[in-house]
């Protein structure tokens, strides 16, 4: 894509009022917008850092077996009466429509996938099956600080699996942390996230979320010296040492939860009586697991872990496009009419050879400020052309990030 | 997809209070699920054709040259409070947060890409430019009952244009009249789709809808017998000769609003005070243009258009999976044993070469079911693997909709 059409521009300032970093750097390089309080636009940039980390959920969620759907966000009162939450969740939006009828705008979906699961499973032979979704969810936060990785409205992927007993829900939910695994060791952020025991509520001993160590965490882990495996706070209080291994010297991290995965066990399944006829004739409840990601969280956690006091660093995964060109133009005018003949070509060349290619082909913008908001949006690889690298009929290619690139023969570079 | 792994299953009933055929035959086969009225939930059939719908949208719109960005839900009340909708508008959800401030929940999204475009527009160097987003729309219907026509919720292409005047509008306006014509001839409803004339409001003098033909329509246009360009009802009354090319013999029909392209002009961009620093240092107020598809409508209209008694017929474009293989499972062991692996092995074959194909290999499921689920689900090629085909080392390959088909040689088939 050609900066020059663009219609947003990076800004020099932040909103006042925006405190978290992710949201100061991404406002400023362009990526969203803020409506409101928790409330976002994607950008352009933003979009595209976006689709591709939907697109490496997704995959991960097909390999795993997840069949796609998408629930809708308007929920009817009495399904949320059924669970109890109606009542007892403090962040549930609640909107009357027309006939003065309540609904719940979906701050999660098991009130919606249980009752729908219970049209179609009758016999042991339906299950297990599993389906997700990439889907907006609302919660009324009371205070929305933390930029996007706290919204009051919010992408989410949920995962629900259904099984006929503890053990093969178990057998997945153990697979499942695999998933997650990778998921986030592909989006760049793997090394520093931590499988953590959590919490197991009324019905499991324990749950687990992904911890990802950043000083921007409002969570607190503690990180087992032993097995690298971490608990989280509630659980620490309880327990002196690791349920993996029972190792007892701890590291204390600052963390942002990045994902979670539960065994609801029958936890929704008994207010619906979602229920399955065995091999032997009996009526058996089925057994459940959730595993969500927020995506625009992930993608505020990615700003936060990579970032510098210039900008952020894209890792590559995820980066809207994997090479930034930048034309320095010259005012001399025959030494201008190459630079924007070489960029060009490199620019098609690269686009036909299928790499995602950002290029910088505004006029009367000065070569620090091009620099500059290069540093700021981060895509990871920079190639300037002016002047002087076409002297030595090169280009620069840097890193982002490192002050010095190396000249590449300009043949070479977009062959 | 094996569809022994499909978690739905096909229905012989659609719920009593469904009144409209596409709903009917979208929720027999397994395509949604209804949540309450208005309100559906795309299952995997669904959202497969959902997203091939999308797809052919999205590559349109980028052609077009339209940036897509992702706005959110929750809009402030005083966006809407500015353009007067707060209070005129019928069917807009009001939800209060945690702070007892007032949302509308997003019916469409002038109140909120008008002043993110304020944020970017300064000179006239930054216009003409255009976006759009594939997102959730909430209107409060008083009687949703055409089914995914015409939800309480629903996923809307919306296309916003930005210009410096009248004439740049107008021609990008045009414009957008073949990119609108190229997506429902992709879509298979390109013949019995009309380009018609609707009220301007009181900034144009016409709007333009795009109505398909179909007795189940709630609207009624007439077309023009000279040039097939159609006038809707509100026009009608006031206009005897065509707008387009003066003819005066029309030809009445019902049929569905499937698309509208409208010039707003400063409808929007006055209240919000959009303008731009022109050339000469005066300050012009911005030309818009909005252009909206709604995503399940085009998908309810396809199916209303291709059915027939038996279930859907889906154009080659949007259906599901290009090739539906029917394994007919043989009580002789050794002829069933054949048939499993030609059937897996064609299965694996089409899928290597990239071909969308579901496959029913479900036990326990009778030659007549196989046929009649086929029948509904509606997949345009039929391919029959059974004792009888294969003892001439066939199988049968017949289009949706045929009573029979061709014998081919499961060589030839599978290559």
Known sequence: MRQSQLFTKTRKEAPKDEVAKNAQLLIRAGFVDKLQAGVYTYLPLGFLVFKKIENIIR????????????????????NWEKTGRWDTMDDLYKVKDSSERENALGATHEEVVVPLAK????????????VYQIQNKFRMELRAKSGILRGREFIMKDFYSFHKD???????????????????????????????????????????????????????IYVCNKCSIAINKEIKSEQKSCPECGGENFEEKKSIEVGNIFELKTRYSDPFELTYKDEDGSDKPVMMGCYGIGLGRLLGTIVEVYNDENGIIWPEAVAPFKAHILAFYSKDEEKNKRIVAEADRIYESLQSKGVDVFYDDRKDISFGEKLKDADLIGIPEVVIISEKTLEKDSVEVKKRGERQGKLVNIKEYAK
């Not at 695994?181 to 592909?186: D, N």
């Not at 979320?209 to 965490?217: H, M, R, S, V, Y």
Request: proline letters at 3%.
């Open 59 to 78: 995959e991960e969620m097909n390999k795993a077996g997840g069949q796609e759907i998408l629930m809708p966000s308007l929920h009817p009162k009495e």
């Open 166 to 220: 503890e053990k093969d829900l178990a057998d997945f939910y153990e697979k499942m942390k695999g998933v997650y695994k990778a998921i986030f060791e592909r989006v760049g952020i793997g090394e520093k996230t931590y499988l953590t025991f959590a919490s197991g509520g009324s019905f499991s001993k324990y749950s687990h979320e992904f911890q990802t160590a950043t000083d921007a965490g409002e969570d607190i």
């Open 119 to 130: 049209k179609f499973i009758h016999s042991y032979k339906d299950l297990p099956f599993s």
